[in-house]
């Protein structure tokens, strides 16, 4: 099923991080993949990553003529000049995107005179904090929402094509309207971007007393400011009024929680508490990791010696009593012999893991 | 050495999260342990855990007279007034409390005539989403700061016997003057959590179609955002005037990014740059994980199926090579029988690991 459809013949421009993830899976598949960049340094890396071969120069189409699909893996600013070219030189039969934002690169296109029909505007909502080829992976789109956003001049056989190549990804086809789509990303991507280089830029004056006391919350908060500053500049400036509405609000409701928080009275404390509860309900909305709604896993802790080995035996011993580990997070403790294991399995199979790993003289507190 | 000056005799009051963890540790350490609250339930699950015996009620010391150390986890505006009954008591020798701000309860307990020879405010960075006994664990310090903010009048024996305490719960004692422990929790801790409250805030109104394009980064940003509000009111009426500082300093970048975003011009982008780029720094200058300078570990990446006994030969792959194993993020991938591994290692293991898992059959890109 998950083949049906797919694309065998694929133009990819731009060998960026996502430009590659998808020749990387396409390659994978068995697809033919054309590759080009004006960055040679990143096209030749990426054909040496096994992602495809160049895409020959010249003004027509490529040898064998038009490719199922082109994806244009630009910058936003980038996508309707590239979009214009290839379509005059007949890269392919069907066109798409995969830039951040989607009104932007549609107006542009609609103005340079691109033909709309064979263009699907698309983003797959995945990334990482690191950028361009090397850091491409194959797994990248596996079970992430992938935004289609057509028009009413697109043609429906285009979109399907566009929707196959996300699926041949491992993605899940999300079609919605542009403007949505980009008021949408902006309150769960753009903005959040934005605040979190706010707070990270706040400690570039702090004294490493101060620092030494930050614990996770604060690198989980500033965790996404480590993003290269000049892809995302190019994000914000395309979004940009749907990201200032959010940034206004933000900014407005922390203004006037630190002015009720100098206030003092306990009226004032009240209405930031309602801030905090606004937060735990709409923090409560996001759905769980896997996409579905937010499914409750079990922990089990053990306390481990930090040495080779140790996983293994207490993995094994969770294979022994048929647990399947859903997540694993390890804490070590610096100067010490012992690390803190925490095991997230399904709620029913927690007093199983925990019974299993006692007997066999592991300390599982709780 | 972990365990010289470590106290033998403890009174804990207040079995919340805090409270009862530091019991759990002293208790595996063998001290004996007295438990109050007022909270009668609470009490009686941190008994029921193991965490001590009740201290028994009354005007004047516990039976065998005054503890080493009486433990005051209470909220921060409780701990004056609890101090100063505690010393009427004369329940210990040496009283500490374990609130997230240090200037206000200090500055109360002078206003009330507490004994400042006796008290030494300490604060263990430590902490979960959850609150209550029942999330206590007796791993909670392990490696963690523990902040304590002596003043002129505090007996050196007293710092001496709170850092013992400390220490024994294996935690890394921090000595700090009250209000630097506040403005630097400010900033590393109070504010990140109005923050990501702010931003979680958002997430109420929005549509299904976009909180289904959410990524692991508005998910980061928005953890903290789940804590307890009672919880949390109550540490940031305590140290507002610090808090506000830095709210007001984050809402007015957030206010002026919208509006550079809002003028359009490449100057006003680059503007917006210079604060992802201040973000960049101030995130890079956040210690690593555990405690020291951050420690860039290598990742290996594995593609695993998701079922039980994968993960035991995986980690029994890396015991067999002499691989020790730092770190583990699993990345599910709904709907299919994949996930991917990703295992952090020493930089020079990385290689090793890679080659062994290989032979083994795995696949491991790159």
Redesign the interface.
Known sequence: MADEGAPRRVVVVGTGLIGTSIALVLRARGAEVLLADRDRAALELAVGLGAGTELPGGDGPPPGGPADVAVLAVPPAAVAVTLLDAQKRGLARVYTDVASVKALPLRQAAELGCDPASFVAGHP???RERSGPAAA???LF????W?LCPTPQTAPDAVAAVEALARTC?AEP?V?EAD??D???A???H??????????????G??D???????Q???????????D??L??GI??AN??P?????????????V???L??D?SEGA?GH??D?????????????G????PGQAFATV?V?IP???????????????A???????????????P?G?LEIAVQPEAAETLAAELRARGWSV??
């Not at 694993?328 to 010490?336: A, K, L, Y």
């Open positions: 909502l995945a990334g992976r194959d797994d596996l079970g992430r929402p935004a491992g999300v919605v949505e789509h008021r949408a990303v309150l769960v991507s903005a959040p971007h934005v605040v979190s280089a706010a707070v990270a830029a706040r400690l570039t702090a004294d007393t101060a620092l030494g006391l930050a614990g919350g604060v690198r989980d908060v500033t965790r996404i400011a480590a993003s500053p000049r995302w500049i914000l400036s940009a009024a990201v200032a509405d959010v940034l206004e609000s933000v900014a407005t409701d922390l203004a929680a630190a002015s928080l100098r003092g404390a930031v508490a801030l905090l509860l606004r937060g735990n309900a709409g923090r409560s909305r996001i759905p990791k896997h996409g579905g802790t306390v930090d040495r080779p080995g140790e996983l293994a035996m207490i993995f094994q011993a969770a294979g022994i048929g647990v399947n580990i859903e997540d694993v997070t390890i804490e070590h403790s610096p100067g010490r012992l803190v507190p709780g």
